[in-house]
């Protein structure tokens, strides 16, 4: 069963950077994607940024030129960098993985089509 773990969230304020990393471990498809979502008090899960194998990168309209999606394929870990970040950022931030993946193909980054997910971590930004 394929684990992971999020970590890096925090309280930061207006303008500030964090940076999310997650790791997976017992996971080993070579064609995947990985991507980081997040879900806002009282609002649905969303798609942040994602990235494959091929190391393709999509992000959501909202965080481009912000936030930037890295992996270290070496140790099975995405990286979200985020700067100047918003109030509206403020989230629980999720990682998530599937198998047979591309991100630019259409729903490649529909929640639903994921099927294993870490626990998340908070971000909180304030004004």
């Known amino acids: 069963q394929p684990q992971l773990a999020e970590s890096g969230g925090g309280s930061v304020q207006s303008g500030g950077s964090l940076r999310l990393s997650c790791e997976a471990s017992g996971y080993d498809d070579p064609y995947y994607c990985m991507a980081w979502f997040r879900q806002g008090p009282g609002k649905e899960r969303e798609a942040v940024a994602g990235?494959?194998?091929?190391?393709?990168?999509k992000y959501a309209e909202s965080v481009k030129g912000r936030f930037t999606i890295s992996q270290d394929k070496a140790k099975k870990t995405v990286y979200l960098q985020m700067n100047s970040l918003k109030p509206e950022d403020t989230a629980m931030y999720y990682c998530?993985?599937?198998?047979?993946?591309?991100?630019?193909?259409?729903?490649?980054?529909?929640?639903?089509?994921?099927?294993?997910w870490g626990q998340g971590t908070q971000v909180t930004v304030s004004s």
């Open positions: 990235i494959d194998s091929g190391n393709r990168m």
């Open positions: 998530a993985v599937k198998s047979f993946c591309v991100v630019y193909r259409d729903r490649s980054m529909s929640p639903e089509t994921f099927v294993y």
